[in-house]
């Protein structure tokens, strides 16, 4: 069985590397690996992949919560909603030079992606013309890539965004159409989607990814894959399930590092070219798996820290990007 799992990753892995694809099947079968000699296999096959599309440069993105802990949606993973009672902080939309200031300070450090977040279902009419002119600012004081993380769009919103500087904006679908319902019930998986279409539709690049470990199931994990396949996000962030105190997911165990790479591993033979980026909950979840990550799949980092949790600092993950074989730069 061993032999045959392996000579099944080398065909997959030179099926993709000639612009091939993997079916749904197949990926099933990738992902209930348990061997230890193939899970290194497919470590190594799908870094393979990873190096053979993308820069052996890492891709790697700062981002600021902007505004905190004032969502009414009800996301069973998400310490920001107000039906919790969480330790996040609470606070309206920052004052601009602050934003501006903060991404200013991460440039310095060398990130030359800067994402600006906020809570809440959809952006509020006077909030987001202030978002637009700190959006302005951000293009105009900085030399960043600037991006976006706001909730739901309009498609006239996603054009304001675009003309105002915004290159990309996340919007992830967090988990498969299936299960999503058993994470989150004051907004359906549709209106994600909705989202998605409009930002694509209106020339915006694509950051969409989801997070691991809620209680799904590994036909779940791969089912999300193929959802993100039909959309091609250019960035693909992962996170891993670090349950917040106070939320309905609070005392949810951590997934297990192990399946955590190799759903990252299978994740690359679905979507060969996105730029995959551990994300939230990479630290606590991932621990010195994190390394073991980026030589099997992912090629990218959110630094700097998350909404609620703190992260790395700069010089570790720069560090750790080195020992896997990454070409870290000032700038990257």
């Known amino acids: 069985m061993t032999q045959t799992a392996q000579v099944k990753i080398t065909e997959l892995k030179e099926r993709v590397l000639e ?12 992902i209930q690996i348990e061997d230890k000699d193939v899970f290194r296999q497919l470590l190594e096959a799908a870094h393979e992949i990873t190096l053979h599309f993308n820069s052996n440069k890492p891709s790697l ?3 600021i919560n902007a ?23 609470r606070y309206d939309l920052m004052d601009p030079d602050a934003i501006v200031a903060a991404a ?33 600012r951000l293009k105009k004081e900085t030399s960043m890539n600037i991006d976006a993380s706001l ?56 950051c969409s990814g989801g997070i691991l470990g809620m209680g799904e199931s590994r036909e ?8 993100l396949k039909k959309y091609k996000p250019d960035c693909l962030p992962i996170n891993i399930l670090n349950p917040r105190p106070g939320t309905p997911l609070e005392n949810t165990p951590f997934l297990d590092p192990e399946e955590a790479v ?23 979840a991932l621990r010195e798996y994190q390394e073991a990550a980026l030589k099997g799949g992912a090629n990218g980092l959110i630094v700097g820290g998350y909404l609620t949790t ?15 074989g990454y070409e870290v730069q000032h700038g990257s």
């Open 19 to 30: 612009g091939g694809q993997i079916s749904f099947e197949e990926a099933l079968e990738l």
């Open 310 to 324: 703190k992260g790395n600092s700069m010089a570790e993950d720069h560090a750790m990007l080195t020992r896997a």
């Open 67 to 89: 505004k905190s802990y004032l969502c009414g949606e009800d996301c069973g993973f998400c310490a920001q909603s107000v039906r919790y009672d969480t330790s996040a902080d």
């Open 262 to 284: 190799k759903t990252i591993a299978v994740f690359r033979f679905i979507l060969p070219k996105s730029n995959i980026k551990l994300a939230g909950g990479r630290e606590a």
């Open 104 to 136: 200013q300070k991460a440039e310095a450090k060398g990130t030359k992606n800067f994402c600006v977040v906020t809570s809440g279902a959809a952006p509020q009419p006077k909030e987001f013309e202030t978002l637009l002119v700190i959006f302005k």
């Open 151 to 206: 909730g739901f769009l309009t498609p006239e919103q996603v054009r304001a965004l675009k003309e105002a500087g915004v290159r990309r904006y996340n919007h992830n679908v967090q988990s498969s159409p299936e299960f999503y319902p058993n994470i989150v019930s004051t907004h359906s998986y549709e209106k994600r989607i909705d989202t998605i279409k409009a930002l694509l539709e209106g020339g915006m690049e694509l």
């Open 61 to 63: 993105c700062s981002l």
């Open 220 to 227: 779940d994990r791969v089912k999300m894959a193929f959802e």
